[in-house]
């Protein structure tokens, strides 16, 4: 079975500062694809970043990049030089092979700090 | 160009009674899905379709959540004699390709 983990349910980071949220992923399927998505306190879900699990170079969208580690079977999100606007909840999702429904962790919340 | 949109935004209905929830995908995505996110929780699975193929309807929580999609657009969600269990924030999203998945505001629904 397909599993999301985020251990982390909360952070805090200093504006302008570098933060990594953790996400580990559990499957037995060869081709797969990670996501991250933001959700402000606004409700909606903001698509970051995707990563495929054949991609050989990590992901980066502008501040946010995808430190993938396929062996220990990881994702997590880097985003550097922190903004207050990053305040929000920030969840980790993978899609298997064969179906295109997310699997979603359980989510880290980021405060940033002024 | 618009994205996806639900309506209505925020539904209060008592228990036992029937609610319908309605989704606009993005025009040409061919792909649909509906959430559910409890309080405080990750989202979760309910439903899934893909051009005219069967819906992969292996989250629905229960025989009273059902879910059509009419002419490959629009999209219904409904709820039979609802329970306060069903109270959440109900997540419609669409998409073209395997990469991503545009997410509508969502319908918060609450069960009183």
């Known amino acids: 079975a397909q599993k999301i983990t985020q251990t982390q349910p909360g952070m805090f980071v200093q504006e302008k500062e570098a933060v990594t949220l953790d996400c580990t992923y559990d499957?037995?399927?060869?081709?797969?694809?990670l996501f991250w998505y933001k959700q402000p306190s606004s409700g909606e879900m903001i698509f970051l970043i995707y990563?495929?699990?054949?991609?050989?170079q990590n992901a980066t969208e502008g501040r946010y990049s995808l430190n993938f580690q396929k062996a220990r079977k990881s994702a997590n999100l880097v985003i550097s030089a922190s903004q207050l606007g990053d305040s929000a909840m920030y969840f980790c999702?993978?899609?298997?092979?064969?179906?295109?429904?997310?699997?979603f962790g359980a989510g880290t919340r980021l405060a940033v700090h002024p | 160009g618009a994205g996806v949109s639900q309506s209505p935004s925020n539904k209060v209905t008592e228990k036992g009674k029937d609610v319908e929830l309605r989704c606009d995908p993005i025009?040409?995505?061919?792909?649909l899905y509906w959430y559910r996110q409890s309080l405080g929780q990750g989202l979760e699975f309910l439903i899934y379709?893909?051009?005219?193929?069967?819906?992969?309807k292996s989250g629905l929580p229960s025989d009273r959540f059902s879910a059509e999609r009419t002419g490959g657009s629009v999209s219904t969600l409904t709820i039979q004699r609802t329970q306060q269990e069903d109270s959440a924030v109900y997540l419609c999203?669409?998409?073209?390709?395997?990469?991503?998945?545009?997410f509508g505001p969502g319908t918060r629904l609450t069960v009183t």
């Open positions: 379709f893909q051009g005219n193929s069967a819906p992969d």
């Open positions: 499957t037995s399927d060869p081709s797969y694809g």
């Open positions: 025009s040409g995505h061919t792909a």
């Open positions: 999203a669409s998409s073209l390709s395997v990469f991503e998945q545009y």
């Open positions: 999702a993978m899609r298997g092979s064969g179906y295109n429904k997310l699997i």
């Open positions: 990563q495929g699990s054949y991609d050989q």
